[in-house]
């Protein structure tokens, strides 16, 4: 795969980079480098405009301000929905998550317009935060081991028809509603409440993106003796009885 290169896209990092969602972007790139790809990575910040041209957008959690003025910049700039439309790969965390449903509950307790890219709604939630490690069984129609996670969200995201719960929850709350679903997907966009970072976590979850950005059906192994030892870890400490 050594002919074969990458643009991944770290959307807005001085805003939306909590609980080590950065992780992400180094998870995805490395395992993309230990197959032979060569990586762009681009790192957006809020003030300049998010290219159209990406592979793989990656958009982590933040505070409800600056969660805020991430949307308020992105409907703006409009950059992401267009990549969304050229077939781009997007992949969400909390906030982010919440910003590519159709609404969420802004730091002033007023609704703010989502992107729309996932078919999501995301209400504020009035009982006890969700907090604490997840476990849950992500979509067969993936492919992927069960998923471990860290969650810390007061939102509850309610799917609408068009939108597939990325995950069922066995430990946890996933998106506080209640039905045991964590997370929702379409084809080409996902989100997940999951912090951890859940790509050095689940680093599957790195190789599903790189498979679909690529549009193959397999990559080559790598070496996972560190992810495995890591998940085994979480796993276990999230099944202990409290």
Not at 44 to 59: A, E, F, K
Not at 167 to 183: I, K, P, S
Request: net charge negative; aromatic share 6%; hydrophobic share 35%.
């Amino acid at each position: 795969m050594s002919d074969s290169s990458l643009r991944l896209v770290w959307v807005y990092p001085d805003l939306l980079s909590t609980y080590g969602d950065q992780g992400n972007v180094l998870v995805v790139q490395r395992r993309a480098e230990q197959r032979g790809l060569s990586v762009e990575r681009v790192d957006v910040r809020s003030d300049q405009p998010v290219p159209t041209s990406g592979d793989i957008y990656l958009i982590g959690g933040g505070e409800d301000r600056p969660q805020r003025l991430a949307a308020e910049r992105l409907r703006r700039d409009g950059g992401l929905s267009r990549a969304a439309s050229n077939g781009a790969i997007i992949f969400s965390v909390c906030a982010g998550y919440q910003i590519l449903g159709h609404e969420f509950i802004n730091d002033l307790g007023e609704r703010e317009a989502g992107l729309g890219l996932i078919d999501v709604i995301s209400t504020r939630g009035e009982g006890a935060r969700c907090v604490g490690d997840v476990l849950a069984d992500i979509d067969p129609r993936l492919g992927l081991p069960q998923l471990t996670g860290f969650e810390n969200h007061q939102g509850i995201t309610h799917l609408g028809p068009t939108a597939r719960p990325f995950a069922r929850t066995v430990y946890g709350n996933g998106n506080g509603t209640g039905d045991g679903t964590e997370g929702a997907y379409n084809d080409t966009v996902f989100g997940t409440y999951m912090h951890g970072p859940v790509m050095a976590r689940n680093p599957q979850i790195a190789d599903l993106l790189l498979k679909l950005a690529l549009d193959v059906n397999a990559l080559p192994p790598t070496d996972d003796r560190w992810y495995e030892a890591l998940r085994a870890e979480r796993i276990a400490a999230a099944s202990q009885p409290a």
